[in-house]
């Protein structure tokens, strides 16, 4: 190997490998220049391959700047070819096994591009929704992926004007930047699944008014209902927040109410699970006393006693063709957005009711 791949090499490494550093701030191109006994523009040039120096003042940099532990500011870098190399995605709540698996498909989809994600979360609160988009455009972000919220449609617009934007299961202007799932059509099946056991009396209860998803979910269910001759009854339904907590208050309000049930359709997994602690609270067993359905299919939906039958949604796949379509867009390319159906996973929840 000769003397000038071997340095070439060795700039490669002080810049790509970033070890460890004792520092307790970030290594600054001064940290190098200093120890170096160069200037700083000099450390930023040999970095960057551009300097006219000899061949031992710049092993010297580069040595320094790899026993530092000097990484590059990927930002500022971004700033200077015009473009941040960052994808921003406005999430709802990163704890939820279905936000998260999203979230991780944009991740996974992101890995061999040049691109990386950075995360922030509304939590299903306006203020907090703007404070997180804010976040992510101070950062510069090349392109924000918009998961679920309750941002109106022309505020989301006006930041479109200058960052591109896609959005996934929620309203937007543009068809061609939306990707949705049908919700209206996956709670229609799931209830017909139960009609088509024998159930007439089917509870449910729905995640929080204020987010689209529930309102999908609560009308496909009604669409099912009226279809079987079953005119939905307002004391059947129950308004959730879409954590265990409030499905097993969800219970305990409906057996309040003295309404006969034979069915319970919650609005996402995690409201089944409480209302299966509920049920098994107030003496019912699922399935013989009442079916229990859910939404998503979280990783523990299988696990549970019994296993818990539910609507598989492709979250994974969905963030991964979110990531995708966002870079063809930057690409200025079509978005070519694929259509998601999802899909009802039977267990052992659901049976036929009692005679």
Same mark, same amino acid.
């Given at each position: 190997?000769?003397?000038?791949?071997?340095?070439?090499?060795?700039?490669?490494?002080?810049?790509?490998?970033?070890?460890?550093?004792?520092?307790?701030?970030?290594?600054?191109?001064?940290?190098?220049?200093?120890?170096?006994?160069?200037?700083?523009?000099?450390?930023?040039?040999?970095?960057?391959?551009?300097?006219?120096?000899?061949?031992?003042?710049?092993?010297?940099?580069?040595?320094?700047?790899?026993?530092?532990?000097?990484?590059?500011?990927?930002?500022?870098?971004?700033?200077?070819?015009?473009?941040?190399?960052?994808?921003?995605?406005?999430?709802?709540?990163?704890?939820?096994?279905?936000? /998260?698996?999203?979230?991780? =498909?944009? @991740?996974? #989809? %992101?890995?061999?591009?040049?691109?990386? *994600?950075?995360? !922030?979360?509304?939590?299903?609160?306006?203020?907090?929704?703007?404070?997180?988009?804010?976040?992510?455009?101070?950062?510069?972000?090349?392109?924000?992926?918009?998961?679920?919220?309750?941002?109106?449609?022309?505020?989301?617009?006006?930041?479109?004007?200058?960052?591109?934007?896609?959005?996934?299961?929620?309203?937007?202007?543009?068809?061609?930047?939306?990707?949705?799932?049908?919700?209206?059509?996956?709670?229609?099946?799931?209830?017909?699944?139960?009609?088509?056991?024998?159930?007439?009396?089917?509870?449910?209860?729905?995640?929080?008014?204020?987010?689209?998803?529930? /309102?999908?979910?609560?009308? =496909?269910? @009604?669409? #099912? %209902?009226?279809?079987?001759?079953?005119? *939905?009854?307002? !004391?059947?339904?129950?308004?959730?927040?879409?954590?265990?907590?409030?499905?097993?208050?969800?219970?305990?309000?409906?057996?309040?109410?003295?309404?006969?049930?034979?069915?319970?359709?919650?609005?996402?997994?995690?409201?089944?699970?409480?209302?299966?602690?509920?049920?098994?609270?107030?003496?019912?067993?699922?399935?013989?006393?009442?079916?229990?359905?859910?939404?998503?299919?979280?990783?523990?939906?299988?696990?549970?006693?019994?296993?818990?039958?539910?609507?598989?949604?492709?979250?994974?796949?969905?963030?991964?063709?979110?990531?995708?379509?966002?870079?063809?867009?930057?690409?200025?390319?079509?978005?070519?957005?694929? #259509?998601?159906?999802?899909?009802?996973?039977?267990?052992?929840? !659901?049976?036929?009711?009692?005679?």
């Amino acid at each position: 190997m000769s003397a000038v791949t071997s340095i070439s090499s060795r700039r490669e490494e002080a810049v790509a490998v970033q070890p460890i550093s004792e520092h307790t701030r970030p290594v600054t191109l001064s940290d190098v220049a200093r120890a170096a006994g160069v200037s700083v523009s000099s450390v930023s040039r040999i970095l960057a391959g551009k300097a006219r120096v000899s061949r031992q003042t710049e092993a010297r940099v580069l040595h320094h700047a790899e026993a530092l532990g000097y990484r590059p500011n990927l930002h500022a870098q971004g700033l200077a070819r015009g473009s941040s190399g960052v994808i921003g995605v406005l999430s709802q709540h990163r704890a939820s096994s279905f936000y /998260g698996s999203i979230l991780e =498909g944009v @991740e996974i #989809a %992101l890995m061999e591009t040049p691109y990386h *994600p950075i995360f !922030a979360s509304g939590h299903w609160n306006l203020a907090h929704e703007k404070s997180a988009l804010d976040l992510l455009l101070r950062y510069r972000v090349d392109g924000i992926i918009v998961l679920g919220g309750l941002l109106d449609d022309e505020q989301l617009a006006a930041i479109d004007e200058h960052t591109p934007l896609l959005v996934v299961g929620r309203s937007f202007g543009d068809p061609e930047r939306r990707l949705e799932m049908d919700n209206v059509d996956a709670a229609e099946r799931l209830t017909r699944y139960l009609i088509d056991l024998g159930h007439r009396q089917i509870a449910h209860i729905a995640g929080p008014s204020f987010a689209p998803e529930p /309102g999908a979910r609560r009308a =496909g269910s @009604e669409r #099912a %209902l009226r279809a079987a001759g079953i005119e *939905p009854a307002p !004391a059947l339904v129950v308004e959730g927040d879409f954590l265990f907590e409030s499905g097993s208050l969800g219970v305990d309000e409906l057996l309040a109410r003295g309404v006969e049930f034979t069915a319970l359709f919650a609005g996402n997994d995690w409201m089944a699970y409480g209302a299966r602690s509920a049920l098994d609270r107030h003496g019912l067993r699922v399935p013989e006393d009442v079916s229990l359905v859910g939404f998503d299919d979280d990783p523990v939906a299988e696990w549970q006693t019994p296993p818990l039958t539910t609507m598989r949604q492709p979250t994974a796949e969905v963030g991964s063709a979110a990531a995708a379509a966002i870079l063809r867009v930057l690409a200025g390319e079509d978005p070519a957005l694929p #259509a998601f159906e999802p899909e009802l996973i039977v267990r052992g929840s !659901a049976g036929p009711p009692k005679t």
